[in-house]
Nanobody, 118 residues
Framework: VQLVESGGGLVQAGGSLRLSCRAS???????????LAWYRQGPGKQRELVVS???????NYADSVKGRFTISKDNTRKTVYLQMNSLNAEDTGVYYC??????????WGRGTQVTVSS
């Protein structure tokens, strides 16, 4: 299984980006039954949870992104998305996709850089 992220880049403060994470080699039933998440690591900071989404649709957003970021998924494409609006400099960092399945399977992408210029 490989998680391939895309969609990062340089954006001005107040702008938007949509990140994508495609689960290559994962069967559909595993993808649809997994907990999906996005993490980020800012410069000089520890990796932190941005948002998670369980298989039943329950979401958990970091306080700093509530109302601005939205996680979604497309089961047929085995892809999870992160829509990011009203970006600010504090959102700068490397964003990682994470997929966890029952039984301990834990997959990570290699990350995609998001840079917000003020």
């Amino acid at each position: 299984v490989q998680l391939v992220e895309s969609g990062g880049g340089l954006v001005q403060a107040g702008g938007s980006l949509r990140l994508s994470c495609r689960a290559s080699g994962m069967i559909l039933s595993v993808f649809s039954g997994s907990t999906l998440a996005w993490y980020r690591q800012g410069p000089g900071k520890q990796r932190e949870l941005v948002v998670s989404r369980t298989s039943d649709g329950t979401t958990n957003y970091a306080d700093s992104v509530k109302g601005r970021f939205t996680i979604s998924k497309d089961n047929t494409r085995k892809t999870v998305y992160l829509q990011m609006n009203s970006l600010n400099a504090e959102d700068t960092g490397v964003y990682y996709c994470n997929i966890q399945y029952l039984g301990g399977a834990d997959y990570w992408g290699r990350g995609t850089q998001v840079t917000v210029s003020s």
